[in-house]
């Protein structure tokens, strides 16, 4: 390979290096619906949407690409393929689900308004005929929105809307319109015969015409005009007048008779009703507009609504609450993962935690199943917990786990709050049905729903806006956020659902308290780029909640009664021992914990010993050892161990013969199958785990002992799943590109149209009438679909003609249009002029580019002059 061919390979894609002539620098996208005081009109009517894209700034192109980053997969060549791509039914759907409702209350307006339309008249479909002044402060926004995402374009004086969205909003008997319109005259009456139209005309009191289309236009000039529509509905019977009510804000369409009744028969007569078929009739546009005073919609929503204020409280108090709840989510997500150290439940076949286990689960919490299915979600997406991935499928802790234990409390909230913020995964789904009537299962697939994180955040925003540290009104909430987002709530409002929850649980993990955000909270919401500026975030946030947590204790309060109290939480290594020597009976301000033989027997199995249970408790106790509680400890440590259980399938032996002949005459000991093998050895084809269980259950305290004859130890850390990765959110369409692409996108849009439109002779070089063409204008290039600056327009020239006229060119020092086709057959056209041939290569400056390449003569295809410099 050549040096031209490394260097030309060193720029992918082409153009998106160095600066563009003439393009002024990359400034932060203006924010949509900013008002305007007046409409404005461009300077030149652009025929087409690629001439609107083409006559923007380069940081109106930018504010486009990051509204819509869709249209950045690929980068488009040039302008003209980014105008069909943001053309497409996909990419429209998408940019309309991102408006708010009046943006797309003024896109309803257009898609039933003529096209295209002045400013004058949109205004006048969304004000009616009195005029709202909300509405003409806020339609110059709106209008600008639109056209920022390239929806509308064209000046104020004709406003066009994208095809492909007008087709998506405008009313078809098959898709009604969001504004309860029907089809204009002219299309309700496209296939009705001309003498039908002329009795209509005769009816109305208008003049005769054998001409359909003047017949058309007197009868739609008579339903525009105010005055005579006026007194032709004056002379309509009133029952007619009630027909007209009950059609007049949609839908449009009604059903009659062959033989209709005289109310209908006469507005039928009339024209103000049209047939749609033969037993169908529908109310025109025009006479629609005219009984809602001019109004597209019934009700117009140019203001968002308000988040109204529920109460508010002292900052100190919302973070003290939120802290309390924050340390509870922590203690509550250790016992999850605590109860599961020895293997949680099985993974269901279709994935998941089966309905039994899950009651289970909000069993050992002492919580509901939905909390339950939030914690383990909570933790799932926090990568604390996962499947082992073995033949018999459990889940367990992971060993991030482990690390996450030995964080400080706030530390740990913050990695929990952050995954919870960022989690594509929705708890509150568990228990409810997928489109197959299969029923959705914690820890299960089909739980993602990717606007989840984007909800959550903008609920916390919404907190955030409030003055203080005040709650919000649910209702306002919810409310706002469908305004802002309307066609995204769907049928089943799922967007309102999401806020709901999402309001629940920033209170569970105490990202919120009593319903205000907490200072910690809104640390969270900062924008972050990437998982390192979350990760940053979450340590500030963490120092934030930091002093709000309990400091953790080291002692404990022995009773008379077995029981230890400890007054606050405890420090990690005294929490741990304490939780395998005791039982927890009881959690609160302080939490009760409960000695039992059972447990002391748990903490021999793990390796202590009666003389370090009792110094543990001396040394952590503030009052002193209870002689019970000494007693307890010595009984089961003297038991402890007196049975030995291995493998056989399982064997028990004892010193003490005449205990296994007690175990033996035991009628509990009969579904162990235990016969004697030697005077001091009992054997059972029972498994080891249960000839312990067994025992145990019968009163006994056996210890399991390994092939060499030693002790057994136990731990309740000793099962964890190998290495996993918290999972990936799903994201809600592409993601949003950096300001580095968007920068190097508009300059290799910009370069690739400056070689598509540029103005060159024929390479025939016959020089005649239309041998100077732009680029742009082959044929099909503004049509869906059309290749733009594909390898189908590129010159072709034979190696003489193109070494010939470079040559020339670097003579003269004048600019040529070339085809290039580079070493992994991408091809592109380049406008450059050559300073140097040489050696089979050509360097010269890339005017698309901007910048001095070289290329090797056998990779262009072909080469044509300029009419006019570059």
Request: contains cysteine.
């Amino acid at each position: 390979m050549g040096t031209g061919e490394r260097n030309q390979e060193a720029h992918v894609p082409e153009g998106t290096t160095g600066a563009t002539n003439g393009a002024a620098p990359a400034r932060p996208a203006p924010a949509p619906h900013t008002p305007a005081s007046a409409p404005h009109a461009p300077a030149a009517a652009p025929r087409t949407l690629a001439e609107s894209l083409r006559s923007r700034p380069d940081d109106s192109l930018a504010a486009l690409l990051r509204a819509r980053p869709d249209l950045l997969s690929p980068v488009p060549g040039d302008l003209t393929q980014l105008a069909t791509r943001a053309g497409t039914r996909a990419s429209v759907v998408r940019a309309l689900e991102r408006l708010d409702t009046f943006a797309l209350q003024t896109a309803q307006a257009l898609a039933v308004a003529p096209d295209p339309a002045p400013y004058e008249a949109v205004r006048a479909l969304l004000a009616g005929d009195d005029g709202d002044p909300a509405v003409e402060d806020a339609l110059p926004g709106a209008l600008a929105a639109l056209r920022e995402q390239a929806l509308v374009w064209g000046g104020d004086d004709r406003l066009r809307l994208v095809r492909t969205a007008r087709e998506l909003l405008a009313p078809s008997p098959t898709h009604p319109s969001p504004t309860g319109l029907g089809p204009t005259v002219a299309e309700a009456t496209s296939g009705m015969s001309p003498g039908r139209v002329q009795e209509i005309l005769q009816a109305a009191g208008l003049a005769a015409t054998h001409d359909p289309v003047s017949a058309v236009a007197a009868l739609t000039s008579l339903f525009t005009d105010r005055t005579r529509m006026g007194q032709l509905l004056d002379s309509a019977p009133p029952e007619s007048l009630t027909v007209l009510d009950r059609l007049v804000w949609g839908p449009p369409y009604g059903e009659v008779s062959a033989d209709p009744p005289p109310p209908v028969r006469w507005l039928r007569d009339h024209g103000l009703l049209l047939p749609a078929s033969a037993r169908t009739v529908v109310l025109p546009r025009e006479v629609a507009l005219h009984l809602r005073a001019g109004r597209a919609h019934r009700t117009t929503a140019p203001v968002a609504p308000a988040v109204a204020p529920l109460r508010e409280y002292r900052p100190q108090v919302v973070d003290a609450t939120a802290a309390g709840q924050a340390f509870t989510a922590l203690t509550t997500v250790e016992d999850l993962l605590a109860g599961w150290n020895e293997g949680g439940p099985a993974v269901l076949r279709a994935g998941g935690l089966s309905v039994r286990d899950l009651k289970r689960t909000a069993t050992a919490l002492d919580t509901t199943e939905p909390l339950a299915a939030f914690w383990l979600e909570l933790a799932y997406a926090a990568g604390l917990l996962a499947s082992d991935g073995e033949a018999d499928e459990r889940y367990a802790p992971t060993p991030e786990y482990d690390d996450w234990l030995e964080l400080p409390p706030a530390e740990r909230w913050a990695r929990l709050a952050v995954a919870w913020l960022d989690a594509t995964r929705t708890a509150g789904l568990v228990g409810e049905q997928d489109a197959k009537g299969r029923t959705l299962a914690a820890l299960g697939p089909d739980l993602d729903r990717s606007p989840a994180p984007e909800v959550r955040r903008r609920v916390l925003a919404l907190l955030d806006t409030l003055p203080g540290a005040t709650s919000a009104e649910p209702e306002s909430l919810l409310a706002r956020l469908r305004w802002e987002h309307p066609a995204r709530s769907g049928p089943d409002d799922l967007r309102s659902r999401l806020a709901q929850w999402a309001l629940s649980e920033a209170e569970l993990l105490g990202v919120t308290g009593r319903g205000a955000l907490t200072t910690h909270g809104r640390t969270l919401l900062a924008p972050a780029a990437g998982p390192l500026e979350r990760g940053a975030l979450g340590m500030a946030a963490a120092q934030a909640l930091a002093p709000h947590l309990p400091e953790p204790v080291d002692h404990v309060l022995l009773q008379a009664d077995l029981t230890a109290v400890a007054p606050g939480p405890l420090r990690r290594p005294l929490a741990a021992m304490l939780g395998v020597l005791a039982d927890i009976e009881s959690k609160g301000g302080a939490t009760v914990y409960r000695f039992t033989a059972g447990s002391v027997r748990r903490a021999l199995d793990a390796g202590q010993t009666a003389s370090d249970l009792q110094a543990f408790l001396t040394e952590h106790s503030r009052t002193p050892v209870p002689q019970p509680l000494s007693y307890l400890i010595d009984d089961v440590a003297r038991r402890h161990g007196h049975l030995r259980v291995g493998a056989a399938s399982a064997y028990v032996r004892c010193d003490d013969e005449a205990m296994l002949g007690e175990i033996l005459a035991d009628k509990r000991s009969r579904p162990l199958r235990l016969r004697r093998l030697a005077p001091t050895v009992l054997a059972t084809t029972a498994e080891p785990a249960a000839l312990l269980d067994g025992l145990r259950s019968m009163g006994y305290a056996p210890a399991a002992e390994s092939a060499e004859g030693d002790v057994v130890i136990t731990r309740a850390d000793a099962r964890r799943t190998p290495r996993r990765t918290a999972p990936v959110p799903v994201p809600d369409g592409p993601p949003l590109p950096d300001e580095t692409l968007l920068d190097a996108a508009v300059r290799a849009i910009r370069a690739g149209d400056t070689a598509a439109t540029v103005i060159r002779k024929d390479p025939a070089g016959s020089g005649g009438a239309g041998s100077d063409r732009p680029g742009s204008d082959r044929p099909g290039s503004d049509r869906p679909g059309s290749p733009g600056a594909g390898a189908a327009s590129l010159p072709r020239t034979s190696s003489a003609e193109t070494l010939a006229t470079v040559q020339a060119a670097a003579m003269t020092g004048s600019a040529v249009w070339i085809g290039y086709v580079n070493a992994e057959g991408a091809a592109s056209q380049r406008v450059i002029a050559p300073v140097r041939v040489e050696g089979g290569f050509v360097t010269g400056y890339d005017h698309t580019a901007d910048e001095v390449r070289t290329y090797p003569l056998h990779r262009i295809t072909g080469v044509a002059e300029l009419a006019d410099p570059p």
